[in-house]
């Protein structure tokens, strides 16, 4: 099985492990999943098929594939010589999170690596707009809205570490990772106010994490990714990327996948509570 980091770097230490990615229907989680299946890694993948009210006012392509399901990833993956399993679940359902767990040791066995990539997304804000920057569909803030992202993102993030590592524990094992994915900055995050909070916080559990599971062999960090073409990005899009004096160009998810791998990898051993920005 060839690999899919950039010129056929095979990574140490991920051959024979299991993975649990979330929200890997399409995009990054999508890319994560069949970047660790083409490094060696067995694969769960869990998503969650948005209906069509939740994503007006999207671009067609995200829209489309935030309603599919994850059997386009697997069959890439599996005609890749991987192995992978999906399995939707909502994960603003707590009870969904320890049943994860279950699913990915009755296919492959104890989850070894924890992706928290899903995200229950929208864009809101303080003020009376109604549309953002770049024109899509822009909420006001509720507690329908916050409590929407923080589930997902906070939440459903932090209920995974703790089981990951009760599991890790209970297991007496000795390697582990960790990786979660964020966004905004630390004057929060303009126009998506919700989503930047939820994430803020999902960075510090992860850093809690990082420092609580060291003695158990765990790694943990954030990749923070640059403007990401996962089906949303526009020409207005590229443009103000191509203004911006912070971002240097639009990513594809594959590129964001590598660094997720790398991060699970052996060679990132000594890489732990870590934020990486990636431009």
Do not use: C
């Not at 803030?141 to 590592?165: G, K, M």
């Not at 971002?247 to 051993?269: C, G, K, N, T, W």
């Amino acid at each position: 099985m060839s690999s899919a980091t950039s010129g056929g770097l095979r990574l140490p230490g991920l051959s024979g492990r299991v993975a649990l990615v979330t929200g890997a229907n399409h995009g990054i989680g999508a890319a994560t999943a069949q970047e660790l299946a083409a490094q060696g890694a067995s694969v769960l993948l869990t998503y969650l098929r948005f209906p069509d009210e939740q994503s007006a006012g999207l671009p067609g392509r995200y829209a489309t594939q935030r309603a599919s399901d994850a059997e386009a990833v697997l069959s890439r993956i599996r005609a890749g010589g991987g192995q992978a399993e999906a399995v939707e679940a909502d994960l603003a359902d707590t009870a969904a999170i320890p049943a994860l767990f279950d699913a990915a040791d009755e296919h492959f066995g104890p989850v070894e690596i924890l992706v928290n990539n899903a995200s229950g997304w929208l864009a809101d804000t303080f003020t009376p707009s109604t549309a953002d920057r770049i024109g899509r569909e822009l909420d006001p803030v509720t507690a329908e809205s916050v409590d929407r992202l923080f589930a997902v993102d906070t939440r459903a993030a932090a209920l995974l570490i703790a089981e990951f590592a009760r599991r890790h524990r209970a297991q007496n094992a000795t390697w582990g990772r960790i990786v979660g994915l964020a966004s905004g900055g630390p004057l929060g995050f303009p126009e998506e106010v919700s989503y930047g909070a939820a994430k803020a916080a999902q960075t510090n559990y992860t850093m809690s994490a990082a420092l609580e599971l060291a003695a158990y062999g765990v790694t943990a960090n954030i990749v923070h990714p640059p403007v990401t073409d996962t089906g949303w990005v526009t020409a207005d899009v590229t443009e103000l990327v191509e203004a911006s004096g912070e971002l240097f160009h639009v990513a594809d998810p594959a590129e964001v996948a590598e660094v997720i791998a790398y991060l699970a990898s052996d060679l990132a051993r000594l890489i732990t509570a870590n934020v990486l920005h990636l431009r």
